[in-house]
């Protein structure tokens, strides 16, 4: 690995505190480093913990909820650890995030013009005329026509796509290092979400900053990142470049996402759910957590957790059976 | 809402229900209210028998002591002990405030409830009426009332019954028009019930939590009225012992006996605290979930 | 951005039929009792001559309909009638009082909110925790003590053992109304705060827990600056409604406190009325109470319609 990477998270484990009782483990031992520039998606279904560990980076996780171990550095500090106003001095000139719904990520009772300048105003110092000239600046480079107009608008006066590019212009404002989102393409409309996607990859490569990527939607990491871990209860369980891991996936959960999805090559693909459910985080079992559903698993798999271990260049996964899975791949 | 679901919904509820209520002596805030409006019941009942002197009989001679061994708390201008006026005096505001709760909430909120439950121009002519009662602060109708209406018990029910039933009117319609789209007013009404059996049998129930808990706190409201009108002369006039007048007659002294103004003003404090926490904790007993 | 402020037309419209019922009520307290009022009136100095004389000089000799439509033209000209006390005309005594307590009210307002809004916003940032009980504490006491009595103990406090502040009176210049209403604008001001504070917590909490403050932080804002920036003017709007339902309730506690103050306002007019038996003065300080309140009403959804961009009033029917 050449460049000094920007963003290390080493063994993070957040849970969720329970008066009386061990807290419930919510993201388990995650491991992942974000070079600069670099595009970073983080997958998995609902409730898998991707959330959580964008908002552990970001220092907004929510009440009762807390990072048990492990460290998160940006540039080679702890962000963890950090007093707490150095740590807000870095959100939005060296971290910033976008959220998944902009109706309620936006405060309903400020002009979107202001809230976009008051990044740079709090950081960069910037005058009030200074920052709002930005701020249209920025509208217009996130594709919002008739900007000056529309920095006067409430937001609950835009649409659902021009509302997330005021999230990605805000985020953007003071030129961030390192760009966290969260879902932001989901709650928009199908033939938005392409343009709001393309818009993000061209500011990124822009500003040059490395983008962290959570989504459900493996069509998007597809598209938008060039690595990414895949998460299930709380752990990953599989890393690697995009493209190979989705073109031979190491890990019997990546297989059952990749083949319950639909394909646009291959449309007459019969789409196989995966069986069960997700585990219950109160209650974990000993062992590897997708073992009930994993067509693959034997009873060393429910006594032992498989751990992270590389399996190729570049590539890790947490199994067992690897190899009757690259078995069955190729027959 | 399928049926699955909505019976899931109506099971989790009634579970919910059932747990709140068996932890009711758990509850810190009900058990306070409780027991400080249990004690003040108890002072107000057993009046003749725990109160040292006779509340209206008066000593001349013996007027405007300090507080003292004979006298706890001292003698007012007409040498009246002061301890025992306050004794007697919870008697009345006590039993007036329970007592002038129940007209207002009965008559507030079977017409809020017809408001609501049947819309259209009864509704807004209802709810008209109630603006114009709003509009009126609440002090001045109930003291010009009891002032045209003369003093005595009476007019405080009177006066009060004229101005707090609109308060119940708006909040038994409001919860009315919410129960109204309810799915099980809706299985009630293709069931074939009257109108009339809906509101009572169904409707009813849901919506009259919200107005006792209002009516727990307006029951403080009403002995305050009651005090404050005491304290101007109307309503509850002299000799009879009632906290409003008792403050009124200390006002005077207030230089030399400080106490006479200030202890029965803390009388209605401690009424006014017993009883929030009482409907607080009835609040949470009735519908946790709506209290913040 | 005023096309949102078109609905004032019309809910002035709206509220002619309310001033109308209020007029309808004034006009009746007269009436309330069965028998002449005139008797009622002159109370125990009746004498079937003076009865006679009031009957006919009041109209009393008319038809209902026709008193109340020579009450309410009578009222449209501007003629109260004249105080049976003071001799004069009941307009000019209103309208002479009236500044006085239209400062008062406005005063313990400003004062309400200096009180209300630390406490509420100390209780919203650690909910559970013992700055929150401290508050609950303090609004349960506040709401549980009659108004009058605050404004004693408060003079008793601060006026006659420690004398900082006068005991009662108006005086004379600007500056001095200032000071001689500290007292009684404090006193109305703890007297409203339990409700303010009630509000104005839940509903901060409820803001701290939405995701624009998430998105705030994310932008690096804390404390103070979040508070004033975010929380307050979202925190408000809620409250606004809750303030101006109840500012009914403060003028009229108003009336008392003016009286144990002796501060020479409609509400000490209005009880020396009451205790004169001055009927027309009793009438008059009603109505212009009463209309207040109704403007009262009408300046709070405009309040309301400024702070909150999302509300627009002027499409909704008839609340």
């Not at chain 1, 005021?166 to 932001?184: N, R």
């Not at chain 3, 007269?30 to 100095?45: F, K, S, V, Y």
Request: with cysteine.
């Amino acid at each position: 690995m050449a460049p000094e990477p920007l963003l290390r998270v080493r063994e993070l484990s957040i849970g969720l505190r329970r008066p009386g009782s061990d807290p419930v483990v919510l993201v388990e031992h995650a491991n992942f480093e974000i070079a600069p520039g670099e595009r970073f998606g983080i997958v998995g279904e609902s409730g898998s913990g991707k959330s959580m560990t964008l908002r552990a980076v970001a220092g907004l996780l929510p009440k009762g909820v807390t990072v048990l171990s492990g460290t998160v550095e940006y540039a080679g500090r702890d962000l963890l650890t950090m007093p707490a106003s150095k740590r807000r001095a870095l959100m939005g000139p060296d971290i910033a995030m976008i959220f998944q719904e902009p109706m309620t990520a936006l405060d309903p009772v400020m002009r979107v013009g202001e809230q976009i300048a008051e990044g740079p105003r709090r950081h960069l110092g910037l005058s009030r005329a200074d920052a709002h000239a930005l701020a249209i600046d920025m509208m217009r480079r996130t594709g919002i026509p008739d900007a000056e107009r529309r920095a006067r608008a409430f937001p609950h006066e835009l649409s659902g796509g021009l509302r997330q590019r005021v999230m990605i212009a805000m985020a953007l404002s003071c030129s961030p290092k390192v760009i966290l989102a969260d879902e932001p393409t989901t709650a928009l409309d199908v033939t938005v979400q392409h343009q709001v996607l393309k818009l993000l990859e061209r500011l990124c490569d822009e500003l040059d900053a490395a983008l962290v990527f959570v989504t459900h939607d493996l069509a998007v990491v597809n598209q938008t990142c060039r690595d990414l871990a895949v998460m299930y209860a709380g752990k990953i369980v599989e890393r690697g470049p995009v493209k190979e891991v989705f073109a031979a996936p190491r890990h019997p959960y990546t297989k059952g996402l990749l083949d319950s999805a639909p394909d646009f090559d291959r449309p007459k693909r019969q789409l196989i759910p995966i069986p069960g459910f997700p585990p219950n985080l109160a209650a974990r079992e000993p062992g590897c957590p997708f073992r009930p559903r994993c067509p693959f698993a034997t009873p060393h798999c429910a006594a032992v957790e498989p751990p992270l271990e590389p399996v190729a260049p570049g590539r890790r996964s947490a199994c067992f059976e690897i190899d009757r899975l690259i078995a069955e791949e190729v027959a | 809402m399928t049926t699955p679901t909505a019976a899931l919904v109506a099971f989790k509820q009634r579970r919910a229900k059932t747990r709140s209520i068996k932890a009711w002596y758990r509850n810190g805030t009900l058990m306070s209210g409780i027991a400080i409006v249990g004690a003040l019941v108890l002072i107000a009942v057993f009046a003749p028998v725990i109160a040292p002197y006779d509340p209206i009989e008066q000593h001349l001679s013996d007027a405007l002591q300090p507080p003292n061994w004979q006298h706890l708390l001292g003698t007012d201008k007409f040498g009246r002990d002061v301890l025992s006026r306050l004794i007697w005096g919870a008697r009345v505001d006590l039993r007036i405030g329970f007592l002038a709760v129940l007209i207002p909430f009965v008559f507030g909120s079977i017409l809020g409830g017809i408001a609501g439950y049947f819309g259209g121009w009864l509704d807004t002519v209802i709810m008209r009426i109630v603006d114009i009662f709003f509009a009126f602060p609440f002090y001045v109708i109930v003291i010009a009332l009891v002032f045209v209406l003369g003093s005595g018990e009476a007019s405080i029910y009177l006066a009060i019954a004229a101005v707090s039933w609109v308060s119940y009117a708006r909040i038994v319609r409001g919860e009315v028009l919410v129960a109204k789209q309810q799915d099980y007013v809706a299985a009630a009404r293709l069931g074939g019930f009257s109108n009339a059996r809906i509101l009572v049998r169904h409707i009813g129930p849901n919506v009259l939590s919200q107005a006792i808990i209002y009516g727990m706190s307006d029951i403080v409201m009403d002995i305050m009225a009651i005090v404050t009108l005491g304290y101007l002369g109307l309503g509850i006039e002299p000799p009879t012992a009632e906290w409003g007048g008792m403050i009124a007659d200390g006002q005077e002294f207030i230089t030399t006996l400080w106490q006479q103004a200030t202890i029965p003003g803390l009388a209605v404090v401690v009424t006014s605290l017993g009883l929030s926490l009482l409907g607080d904790g009835i609040s949470d007993l009735i519908s946790p979930e709506r209290r913040k | 951005m005023t096309h949102r402020l078109r609905f004032v037309p019309f809910r002035l419209l709206q509220a002619i039929p309310v001033v109308f019922g209020v007029t309808f009520i004034v006009f009746f307290m007269a009436h309330l009792l069965p028998g002449n009022p005139a008797l009622a009136l002159l109370g125990n100095q009746a004498t079937p001559a003076k009865v006679a004389a009031l009957t006919t000089s009041m109209g009393l000799d008319k038809p209902l309909w026709l008193q109340y439509l020579l009450f309410l033209g009578n009222l449209l000209r501007g003629n109260l009638g004249d105080s049976l006390s003071y001799q004069e005309p009941v307009l000019g005594l209103v309208l002479n009082a009236l500044p006085v307590t239209l400062l008062l009210v406005c005063y313990a307002l400003v004062l309400s909110l200096v009180i209300s809004i630390p406490l509420a916003a100390l209780a919203a940032a650690r909910p559970g925790r013992m700055p929150d009980h401290s508050v609950r504490t303090f609004t349960l006491l506040g709401q549980g003590m009659p108004q009058f009595w605050l404004g004693i103990m408060l003079i008793l406090l601060l006026a006659v053992n420690i004398k900082i502040f006068p005991v009662g009176g108006y005086g004379d210049t600007a500056l001095d109304h200032l000071y001689y209403l500290f007292l009684p604008a404090l006193t109305m001001g703890i007297a409203m705060s339990p409700t303010v504070i009630r509000s104005l917590r839940s509903s901060m909490i409820s803001v701290l827990e939405s995701e624009y403050i998430g998105t705030a932080r994310s932008k690096g804002a804390a404390g103070a600056e979040l508070f004033r920036v975010h929380v307050l003017r979202n925190a408000a709007i809620p409250t606004v409604s809750i303030v101006g339902v109840n500012l009914g309730y403060l003028v009229g506690g108003s009336l008392i406190i003016e009286h144990v103050f002796a501060i020479p306002g409609l509400g000490s007019l209005m009880v020396n009325s009451i205790f004169a038996r001055d009927f027309p003065m009793i009438q008059g300080v009603a109505l212009f109470v009463a209309l207040f309140v109704v403007i009262v009403g009408i300046l709070t959804d405009i309040v309301y319609t400024l702070l909150d961009p999302r509300v627009d009033l002027s499409t909704k029917a008839a609340a």
